[in-house]
């Protein structure tokens, strides 16, 4: 018999529920490992298995995975529940992006200093009402089905309910003007697995109270002062906030699912790419877009780019129904338009075969790819920090990079003893750790000085003929936020 899966995080419900909550969904039984002192803490971190000295971490399938979002994409595609081709994929993503950046405000919110609380409450529900609920009412009513995503549960079905659940907590009332979101949480929550889930005694967890969050301190040893954000930075991956900045049970699990299967088509070659027309993207001169503008280029993707340069330019994409959740960046690509990062992401990696052979070699990539979001993120706010903090934030992400990051892998590159993070081939991870080597150089050229395996993958990555013509002057790549990129794009979202 299969070993349960086996999940290992505080007593509480943190950035473990939505994994919880996805297994409970699958029918799938598993077992808990709870952290409640500092020293269980730090012998993981000893022992290794917490790949970024993060949890959450999942035991599953002969595998210890780490990053919330890494291990949800393993489970929902185990389990059926990803949809039935790439597009269908592409949306169950955008979706959970979307649910996940609205719980994250909530799980924030109880580590914030009692004073902003009821403010941070009231923040958290107006978002709620008027920017992500909408949203999934329109899909709703837009296809009039039963579910978010080709009339059949998934992950995105299982998630929004999640969401929705958790900011009635706060206010109960909060979809009285939703009544197809009502009528959704009354189906999804009728699901024999689910509604087993609900049930008192079940492994779900309540919300976080002052013990769970004092235990939490005490373990990560983060002060009471602290901005709630370190809770997101210390347990686990920082979220991918953009600029505003059948009704049964799933089907049988299938460890043969490949990522080709997940796909609506075969998968194209990188660098052999043609289509009815190119990718256009859309958002300022910089920022959130560039990791999509190095995977395109390295798949041999031409594509075109749409800059927003006013606030009025912005104002127009979300008043025409362009930007899902009010964001960007947004990407026009096959007939969508695809907003949220991640989901941007998996979308061309799968669809330009960067994305693995199989589900396991995809959750390492994904992994991998949220651990270098990590520190992506930390260095993206830098322009942002008042003047005063900008050198102790620096001085953070040299240590994280050298003792967090760039350790874990050199790590995994001498592990293996291949060119590649994964499969022995090109992948979203190698292009995206290339990426993010340039950039942490840019901060500091000494930085990569310990590091003989990543020097390597930085000069092999490099020399590929497409990420070297994207590497060349005048290629659609981007420089370093300066201070007049920064005053353009706080004008354009209205950022005093």
């Not at 609380?117 to 009513?141: G, Q, S």
């Not at 027309?277 to 993707?301: C, Q, T």
């Not at 061309?348 to 992506?376: P, Q, S, V």
């Amino acid at each position: 018999m299969t070993a349960k899966p086996k999940l290992c995080y505080f007593r509480g419900r943190g950035r473990m529920e939505s994994i919880r909550w996805l297994l409970a969904a699958a029918g799938v039984e598993f077992e808990e490992e709870f952290i409640e002192t500092r020293e269980q803490y730090e012998k993981l971190q000893k022992d290794g298995r917490l790949l970024f000295g993060q949890v959450p971490l999942v035991e599953i399938d002969g595998m210890t995975l780490t990053q919330t979002r890494a291990i949800l994409s393993y489970l929902a595609a185990k389990y059926n529940l990803y949809g039935k081709d790439l597009k269908e994929t592409v949306r169950i993503d955008m979706y959970t992006d979307g649910t996940q950046d609205l719980m994250t405000m909530i799980m924030m919110a109880a580590f914030k200093p009692p004073e902003e609380k009821e403010e941070n409450i009231a923040l958290i529900v107006m978002k709620a009402k008027t920017r992500y609920f909408p949203a999934f009412e329109k899909i709703l009513k837009e296809h009039g089905e039963d579910f978010l995503v080709g009339n059949k549960l998934s992950w995105a079905d299982i998630q929004l309910l999640e969401a929705v659940l958790m900011v009635e907590e706060l206010k109960a009332s909060v979809l009285s003007d939703f009544p197809l979101l009502k009528a959704f949480k009354t189906r999804i929550s009728n699901i024999p697995t689910i509604k087993k889930f609900l049930q008192p005694g079940s492994q779900r967890k309540p919300p976080p109270d002052s013990h769970y969050v004092k235990v939490v301190r005490n373990i990560l040893q983060f002060e009471e002062t602290l901005n709630a954000s370190a809770v997101t930075g210390l347990t686990c991956e920082k979220p991918a906030q953009s600029w505003t900045h059948s009704s049964g049970p799933a089907s049988p699990p299938s460890d043969q699912v490949t990522s080709f299967q997940l796909r609506a088509d075969a998968p194209e070659k990188p660098g052999n790419c043609i289509m009815a027309g190119k990718p256009r993207l859309h958002y300022f001169n910089g920022g959130r877009m560039e990791s999509i503008r190095w995977l395109l280029a390295a798949a041999g993707v031409e594509f075109e780019e749409k800059f927003i340069e006013t606030p009025e330019d912005l104002d127009k994409l979300r008043n025409d129904g362009s930007l899902m959740f009010q964001q960007v960046p947004m990407v026009e690509i096959d007939g969508m338009k695809l907003v949220q990062s991640r989901a941007i992401l998996n979308y061309i990696a799968a669809k330009y075969n960067l994305y693995g052979r199989d589900i396991k070699e995809r959750a390492l990539i994904d992994m991998y790819t949220e651990g270098m979001a990590d520190l992506t993120e930390m260095i993206l706010h830098v322009p942002l920090c008042p003047p005063d903090e900008k050198d102790a934030k620096i001085n953070l992400i040299k240590e994280r990079t050298t003792n967090r990051y760039f350790l874990a892998f050199e790590k995994v590159l001498k592990s293996h003893g291949q060119d590649y993070l994964v499969g022995n081939r090109l992948s979203k991870a190698d292009i995206l750790l290339v990426e993010l080597l340039y950039i942490v150089e840019e901060l500091d050229p000494n930085l990569l000085a310990k590091f003989p395996l990543l020097k390597g993958l930085r000069t092999k990555i490099s020399n590929l003929p497409t990420v070297k013509k994207f590497l060349q002057p005048g290629s659609a790549r981007k420089p370093p936020l300066d201070e007049k990129s920064l005053a353009e794009a706080k004008k354009i979202f209205r950022i005093p």
